[in-house]
């Protein structure tokens, strides 16, 4: 009689991505493109992470048959874009908010302050190209307003900016953040931007670009405000 016991199934973990997926959704939280999910990922499972993505966009690469083991070119391919895409141009998506030091206003400054042009670089979610542009701030702070430094406008703006989103939503969340820290009487702010999705690929059209913007409180209400807001802007770029 045969006393050898059939063979058990073998047990691996879930995949890392399936674990902070797990845990976004049993919180009840969205993990949109434009989503920061920082809070969800322990700091080991980073790394885990990224040889995840390696081996997955090793597998797209096999299947747009491209030797990734012969041709020295695209052999490192899946790991530096892997890691480019978790630690640079999608870093807003993995890491929590980077802390900015706010100070009160002291001096109980009212009068208009404009920063810009801020460079940012930001991805299409629709296609993955890239979107390279600048950014315009303008706030109207009151006695207790809080303010921050300048490099921290930079800090922010590449936070919300390193995502996969289209323009109209970034910079609505870009203001958001900035109300949030800042509590001023205004807000506005104002992001000029190429798009690859339509210079790269589509229509090849290389000239466009896309300007839009969103204007809170004293800038939305105040129409000279806001009219020596953007004329400041325009004569900054002309």
Known sequence: MDDKKPPQASRTSPPVSSRIRERVVAAGE???ANDNIARFIEPEELP????EVEAKMRAVLESLVIDTESDHNTQETARRVAKMYLTEV????YIPVPPVTEFPNIEHLNELMIVGPITVRSACSH???PIMGKIWIGVMPNEHSNLIGLSKYVRLCDWVMSRPQIQEEAVTRLADLLQSRMQPDGLAVVME???FCMQWRGVKDTDSKMINSVMRGSFLKDANLRREFLSLLSRKNG
Do not use: P
């Open 193 to 195: 931007a190429d798009h």
């Open 30 to 32: 969205r993990f949109h």
């Open 48 to 51: 885990e992470l990224m040889d």
């Open 127 to 129: 296609h993955l190209c």
């Open 90 to 93: 999608f870093r807003g998506r």
